[in-house]
């Protein structure tokens, strides 16, 4: 019988093929750039769905905010060739791929036939795209059939009643594609966090730009990037700002397990995801503020919508800032945690300790030799004669 142990064993099995000789002892210049490009990519997308019209945001709004999504610019060229439904089946298919991909190298690593590398290198793929840069355009295309609920196009009721029909995604026929829209989409939010959660890098010196120690913090970006695609479909049913009040919670919630954790190896890569996760902060209470003046009285203040929008850069300074207040605090408790190790064991880097208190009191010693004094957080070193002072 198939147990939830098995299934963990299995899954971690499968990532860890996936991930086996994947790790590196360096990165060049061009894979961070690479990197900042693509947590870029996934910031527009988010930024976009949470500047949805549902919330109040005018069209003038969300028309700019929607510049900054690379894919769904794309998406929009793309539109002029094929229709929205074929977006849909393409969108489908590909989660389907990679949900039955997943099955079948689980499959191979129980029967510990590994030798097949073409599975482990298209699931590799496949989650690279599925679950990082490309989740939140990909639920939107698989969640299409009902994608008038959030007020976006009508092009499947229209497919079926004509030009003009209303958003009824629950009538027959329409129901005949919204619920497997559902089923799939929830299977593909179940495997997303599955596999954030084992993003995590097994090598500690890993060098890659995206290597972390945990995927917990990476797993909480997912929720609140699965929060803010699928809770606009349900704003109508219990308020927009009941939806924007719950996103900005989850949010202040990962970006505080980011700032405690620190999950990635790389400094650059942790600031540059604080500033990623406070300018979300900031976008939700935006739409918080949004809604609830749109609710008043149905009018869009646009001078208020222009002026919480430009200090979206201010908020993902001040992440940035965050995250670097967060090191330097960790510097500084490393550094006391040192003297008073050295302290303990009598060891300076010149001179030998003579310890004439307690083992974290004032200490001293003849001249020439190491001086060690902590107190309130603050050590004093003298060595050689000369003095420095380390907060």
């Given at each position: 019988m198939l147990t939830l142990t098995m299934i963990r064993r299995s899954m971690f099995g499968v990532f860890y093929i996936m991930t086996e000789g994947g790790e590196v002892t360096s990165a060049s210049a061009l894979d961070y750039l690479w990197t900042i490009f693509l947590l870029w990519v996934d910031l527009g997308q988010v930024l976009r769905v949470m500047t949805s019209r549902v919330y109040g945001w005018s069209d003038d709004t969300s028309s700019l905010i929607e510049k900054f999504d690379i894919v769904f610019l794309l998406s929009q060229v793309m539109e002029t060739i094929m229709t929205r439904a074929v977006f849909f089946c393409l969108a489908t298919f590909v989660v389907l791929v990679a949900l039955g991909d997943t099955f079948y190298v689980a499959k191979l690593f129980s029967a510990g036939h590994v030798q097949q590398l073409w599975p482990v290198k298209l699931l590799k793929i496949l989650v690279a795209s599925l679950v990082t840069v490309l989740f939140s355009t990909?639920?939107?295309?698989?969640?299409?059939?009902?994608?008038?609920?959030?007020?976006?196009?009508?092009?499947?009721?229209?497919?079926?009643?004509?030009?003009?029909?209303?958003?009824?995604p629950w009538h027959f026929p329409q129901i005949v594609l919204s619920l497997p829209a559902l089923l799939v989409a929830a299977a593909y939010m179940l495997f997303a966090l599955m596999t954030s959660l084992m993003v995590f890098s097994i090598s500690p010196m890993s060098q890659k730009p995206m290597a972390q120690s945990t995927g917990m913090v990476e797993q909480l970006w997912l929720a609140t990037k699965i929060a803010a695609t699928v809770l606009v479909y349900l704003a109508q049913y219990i308020t927009p700002v009941a939806v924007c009040i719950f996103l900005l919670i989850f949010i202040c919630y990962t970006l505080m397990w980011h700032v405690r954790a620190l999950p990635f190896h790389n400094t650059i890569i942790n600031h540059v995801r604080g500033g990623v996760y406070a300018t979300i902060v900031?976008?939700?209470?935006?739409?918080?503020?949004?809604?609830?003046?749109?609710?008043?009285?149905?009018?869009?203040?646009?001078?208020?919508?222009?002026?919480?929008?430009?200090?979206?850069?201010?908020?993902?300074?001040?992440?940035?800032?965050?995250?670097?207040?967060?090191?330097?605090?960790?510097?500084?408790?490393?550094?006391?945690?040192?003297?008073?190790?050295?302290?303990?064991?009598?060891?300076?880097?010149?001179?030998?300790?003579?310890?004439?208190?307690?083992?974290?009191?004032?200490?001293?010693?003849?001249?020439?030799?190491?001086?060690?004094?902590?107190?309130?957080?603050?050590?004093?070193?003298?060595?050689?004669?000369?003095?420095?002072?380390?907060?």
């Open positions: 990909m639920i939107k295309f698989v969640l299409i059939p009902i994608e008038c609920l959030a007020d976006g196009p009508n092009a499947f009721n229209e497919l079926f009643e004509g030009e003009g029909a209303g958003c009824t900031w976008l939700a209470l935006s739409s918080t503020i949004v809604a609830s003046r749109y609710g008043e009285d149905g009018a869009q203040d646009q001078a208020t919508q222009w002026i919480l929008t430009s200090l979206l850069p201010a908020a993902f300074v001040v992440g940035v800032v965050i995250v670097r207040i967060q090191f330097i605090t960790i510097e500084r408790h490393l550094v006391v945690l040192r003297l008073q190790f050295e302290a303990s064991n009598g060891v300076m880097k010149e001179g030998v300790l003579q310890d004439t208190t307690s083992r974290f009191g004032r200490a001293a010693s003849t001249p020439g030799s190491g001086v060690f004094s902590l107190s309130n957080k603050r050590a004093v070193i003298s060595v050689g004669g000369g003095t420095s002072v380390t907060r």
